[in-house]
C-alpha cells in the first residue's frame, strides 16, 4: 500500500512537470508573454525541486537505515513529522527492534553455550579446513595438560597419536588414544564430526580420559576371573583329596583286602578320575577362551550363511520339538567375516536358545536379519522362552559364569570376544 502510494507521488510530480512543460512551450511561441514564461519556468524549477526533495528524504531515510543494520547501530531510531515518511520511519524502528531483539537473543544463546562448553567435563578442540584451531575449553587444555593451544603444530609436536587421529578422521570418527601427561598415562575416547559451516569445514573434536574406569572394569573383571577360576579349580581338588585320603584309610596296613574295601576304593579311584578330567576339561576351556585366533575374513552372503548354520541343528530342533522361523534381509547382501568364527558364535546362541526351554508345549526360535540405522548388517535370535533372569543379565557375559549344570561359563564371552575381533557386537 505505501509503495502503490509512493509511487502515485512520484507520478503525479512528474506528470505535473510534463503539463508544465507543454504549457511553456505553447507560451513560447507568443513573445508577448514572456513574464508568463518567467512565471511557468520558476514553477518547473520548484517542481524539479520538489520531486529532489520528495525522493532524496526517502533516499536519505534508506539510507539511514541501511547504514544502522551495517555498523550495528542499535541507538538510532528514525523520527519524522511529515506524514508521508512517519509511516515508512515506523516501519524501519520495528525491524531495527526486530533485528535488536533477535541478536540480543542470539547472544544470550552464544554466552550460554560459552559458559557450557567451558565448563564441561569434556574436552572439546574445534578445526577448520586450514587446520587452525578455533576453540579449545578447560577441559580440553586440563585433560593435555596444557595451559594453552593455538596451533596444530603445538598439538602434533606434544601429541603426535592424538594429532594423526585428528587429521585422518573423515565425517564421523570413533577411538582410543593411548597419551602420556606429565609422566601419566590417559587412554582417551575421542569422538569427531565435521559440520559444514558458511562454506567451512569445521571439525568438531571431543575427547574425555577414561583410564580409571577402564582400570576399574579391568580389575572387577580379574576379581570375577579369580573368584570363579578359584571355585571351580577348589570344587574339583576337595573332592579329589577327601576321596584319595578315604582310599588309603581304606587300604590300611592290611595285604589283602576285602572284596567290599576293593568296591570303595575302585568307587573313589573313579570319582577321582571324574573330577580329574573335569578339572582338565576347564583348563582346556580357559586356554580356548585365551587363545581365539584371527579373523580370516571373507564376504559371505548373509541369508545363505545363517541357512547354513539353521541346517546344522536341524536334528537338534526336531528332536526337541522346536519351530525355527527364519526371516532373511530383505535385499540379501554380503558381510565380511570369519565364516568359522561367526559360525560358532551362531550356533552357540542357537543352542542357548534350544536349551534355555523348560516344559512348555509351544517352543518357537526366530531368526532375524536386518540392518540398523547405520547401514550396519545384523543376526537377531529370539524366543518364546522362560528369558533371563535380571539378576543374572549383568554377569552372562563374564568369562566361566554358567547356569547350566554341566556348562564351561565361556559360550557367551567367547562370542563377544569373536564380535569383538571383527569390530561388531552383541547385545542381549
Given at each position: 500500500?505505501?509503495?502503490?502510494?509512493?509511487?502515485?507521488?512520484?507520478?503525479?510530480?512528474?506528470?505535473?512537470?510534463?503539463?508544465?512543460?507543454?504549457?511553456?512551450?505553447?507560451?513560447?511561441?507568443?513573445?508577448?508573454?514572456?513574464?508568463?514564461?518567467?512565471?511557468?519556468?520558476?514553477?518547473?524549477?520548484?517542481?524539479?525541486?520538489?520531486?529532489?526533495?520528495?525522493?532524496?528524504?526517502?533516499?536519505?531515510?534508506?539510507?539511514?537505515?541501511?547504514?544502522?543494520?551495517?555498523?550495528?547501530?542499535?541507538?538510532?531510531?528514525?523520527?519524522?513529522?511529515?506524514?508521508?515518511?512517519?509511516?515508512?520511519?515506523?516501519?524501519?524502528?520495528?525491524?531495527?527492534?526486530?533485528?535488536?531483539?533477535?541478536?540480543?537473543?542470539?547472544?544470550?544463546?552464544?554466552?550460554?553455550?560459552?559458559?557450557?562448553?567451558?565448563?564441561?567435563?569434556?574436552?572439546?578442540?574445534?578445526?577448520?579446513?586450514?587446520?587452525?584451531?578455533?576453540?579449545?575449553?578447560?577441559?580440553?587444555?586440563?585433560?593435555?595438560?596444557?595451559?594453552?593451544?593455538?596451533?596444530?603444530?603445538q598439538l602434533e609436536?606434544?601429541?603426535?597419536?592424538?594429532?594423526?587421529?585428528?587429521?585422518?578422521?573423515?565425517?564421523?570418527?570413533?577411538?582410543?588414544?593411548?597419551?602420556?601427561?606429565?609422566?601419566?598415562?590417559?587412554?582417551?575416547?575421542?569422538?569427531?564430526?565435521?559440520?559444514?559451516?558458511?562454506?567451512?569445514?569445521?571439525?568438531?573434536?571431543?575427547?574425555?580420559?577414561?583410564?580409571?574406569?577402564?582400570?576399574?572394569?579391568?580389575?572387577?573383571?580379574?576379581?570375577?576371573?579369580?573368584?570363579?577360576?578359584g571355585h571351580e579349580?577348589?570344587?574339583?581338588?576337595?573332592?579329589?583329596?577327601?576321596?584319595?585320603?578315604?582310599?588309603?584309610?581304606?587300604?590300611?596296613?592290611?595285604?589283602?583286602?576285602?572284596?567290599?574295601?576293593?568296591?570303595?576304593?575302585?568307587?573313589?579311584?573313579?570319582?577321582?578320575?571324574?573330577?580329574?578330567?573335569?578339572?582338565?576339561?576347564?583348563?582346556?576351556?580357559?586356554?580356548?577362551?585365551?587363545?581365539?585366533?584371527?579373523?580370516?575374513?571373507?564376504?559371505?552372503?548373509?541369508?545363505?550363511?545363517?541357512?547354513?548354520?539353521?541346517?546344522?541343528?536341524?536334528?537338534?530342533?526336531?528332536?526337541?520339538?522346536?519351530?525355527?522361523?527364519?526371516?532373511?534381509?530383505?535385499?540379501?547382501?554380503?558381510?565380511?567375516?570369519?565364516?568359522?568364527?561367526?559360525?560358532?558364535?551362531?550356533?552357540?546362541?542357537?543352542?542357548?536358545?534350544?536349551?534355555?526351554?523348560?516344559?512348555?508345549?509351544?517352543?518357537?526360535?526366530?531368526?532375524?536379519?536386518?540392518?540398523?540405522?547405520?547401514?550396519?548388517?545384523?543376526?537377531?535370535?529370539?524366543?518364546?522362552?522362560?528369558?533371563?533372569?535380571?539378576?543374572?543379565?549383568?554377569?552372562?557375559?563374564i568369562p566361566f559364569?554358567?547356569?547350566?549344570?554341566?556348562?564351561?561359563?565361556?559360550?557367551?564371552?567367547?562370542?563377544?570376544?569373536?564380535?569383538?575381533?571383527?569390530?561388531?557386537?552383541?547385545?542381549?
Amino acid at each position: 500500500m505505501d509503495y502503490k502510494r509512493f509511487t502515485i507521488r512520484i507520478i503525479i510530480r512528474i506528470l505535473l512537470i510534463l503539463a508544465t512543460l507543454v504549457l511553456m512551450a505553447l507560451i513560447v511561441m507568443n513573445p508577448d508573454r514572456l513574464f508568463s514564461i518567467i512565471i511557468l519556468a520558476a514553477l518547473i524549477v520548484l517542481e524539479v525541486a520538489e520531486l529532489i526533495r520528495f525522493t532524496g528524504r526517502t533516499y536519505r531515510l534508506i539510507h539511514d537505515f541501511l547504514d544502522a543494520i551495517e555498523y550495528e547501530d542499535r541507538l538510532v531510531r528514525f523520527k519524522y513529522k511529515s506524514g508521508k515518511s512517519e509511516k515508512l520511519a515506523s516501519t524501519f524502528n520495528k525491524v531495527i527492534e526486530v533485528i535488536e531483539r533477535v541478536k540480543t537473543e542470539r547472544e544470550s544463546q552464544f554466552a550460554f553455550l560459552e559458559e557450557l562448553l567451558a565448563n564441561i567435563p569434556v574436552g572439546v578442540i574445534t578445526v577448520d579446513g586450514s587446520r587452525s584451531i578455533g576453540h579449545v575449553n578447560r577441559s580440553a587444555l586440563g585433560t593435555l595438560g596444557l595451559a594453552g593451544l593455538r596451533e596444530m603444530a603445538q598439538l602434533e609436536n606434544e601429541f603426535p597419536e592424538l594429532n594423526e587421529f585428528i587429521r585422518e578422521a573423515t565425517g564421523k570418527t570413533s577411538g582410543l588414544i593411548d597419551i602420556r601427561v606429565g609422566g601419566i598415562n590417559k587412554t582417551l575416547s575421542v569422538h569427531i564430526s565435521t559440520l559444514k559451516i558458511l562454506g567451512r569445514n569445521i571439525q568438531i573434536v571431543s575427547f574425555m580420559d577414561i583410564r580409571q574406569q577402564i582400570e576399574q572394569k579391568e580389575i572387577q573383571a580379574w576379581h570375577d576371573l579369580i573368584r570363579t577360576l578359584g571355585h571351580e579349580i577348589l570344587n574339583s581338588v576337595t573332592p579329589i583329596s577327601s576321596l584319595t585320603e578315604t582310599a588309603l584309610m581304606l587300604m590300611g596296613n592290611d595285604e589283602v583286602l576285602s572284596d567290599e574295601k576293593r568296591r570303595k576304593i575302585k568307587n573313589a579311584l573313579t570319582k577321582i578320575d571324574d573330577r580329574s578330567v573335569r578339572l582338565v576339561e576347564f583348563i582346556e576351556s580357559y586356554r580356548k577362551y585365551t587363545r581365539v585366533p584371527d579373523p580370516v575374513q571373507e564376504d559371505i552372503d548373509i541369508n545363505i550363511f545363517v541357512g547354513d548354520a539353521i541346517e546344522l541343528v536341524r536334528d537338534e530342533l526336531i528332536k526337541n520339538q522346536i519351530h525355527l522361523s527364519f526371516v532373511p534381509a530383505g535385499d540379501g547382501g554380503n558381510i565380511r567375516i570369519d565364516r568359522n568364527l561367526i559360525g560358532q558364535v551362531l550356533l552357540n546362541l542357537i543352542r542357548n536358545a534350544i536349551q534355555a526351554f523348560g516344559q512348555q508345549d509351544s517352543r518357537e526360535i526366530e531368526i532375524r536379519n536386518f540392518k540398523d540405522d547405520t547401514g550396519k548388517a545384523g543376526i537377531s535370535v529370539g524366543d518364546n522362552g522362560p528369558g533371563i533372569p535380571d539378576e543374572i543379565l549383568g554377569k552372562i557375559f563374564i568369562p566361566f559364569f554358567t547356569t547350566k549344570k554341566n556348562g564351561t561359563g565361556i559360550g557367551l564371552s567367547l562370542s563377544k570376544q569373536i564380535m569383538h575381533l571383527h569390530g561388531g557386537d552383541i547385545r542381549v
